[in-house]
Nanobody, 122 residues
């Protein structure tokens, strides 16, 4: 079973930046980030396939502002978030183990981290 641990959340003002990290106990081909705001369902944010230069996928709401990357040697997944908006406020979750990289369905991922909170204030 893959263990995932997120870090890097926090509180920032509109337009600020944060970098989320996810450490995995071992390598999985497909990984992604989801988020869940209070009172809402879990929303897909971004995904990545394969190694350090693998294909990346983004939700329209974050395209151009967020960048997903991974370090295969360290089994670390990163989400660089720039130009943050109040609507980005949510608990962010790292996910791994899907057989379909870039999938937007949370049910496709068997492994999840505990989440890290991101709060963007105006």
């Amino acid at each position: 079973e893959v263990q995932l641990v997120e870090s890097g959340g926090g509180s920032v003002q509109v337009g600020g930046s944060l970098t989320l990290s996810c450490g995995a106990s071992f390598y999985t081909y497909c990984m992604g980030w989801f988020r869940q705001a209070p009172g809402k369902g879990r929303e897909w944010v971004s995904g990545i396939a394969g190694g350090d230069d693998g294909p990346t996928y983004y939700a329209d709401s974050v395209k151009g502002r967020f960048t997903i990357s991974r370090d295969g040697l360290k089994n670390t997944l990163t989400l660089q978030m720039n130009n943050l908006k109040p609507e980005d406020t949510a608990m962010y979750y790292c996910a791994a183990g899907s057989s379909r990289c870039g999938t937007r369905e949370s049910a496709d991922f068997p492994y999840w981290g505990q989440g890290t909170q991101v709060t963007v204030s105006s």
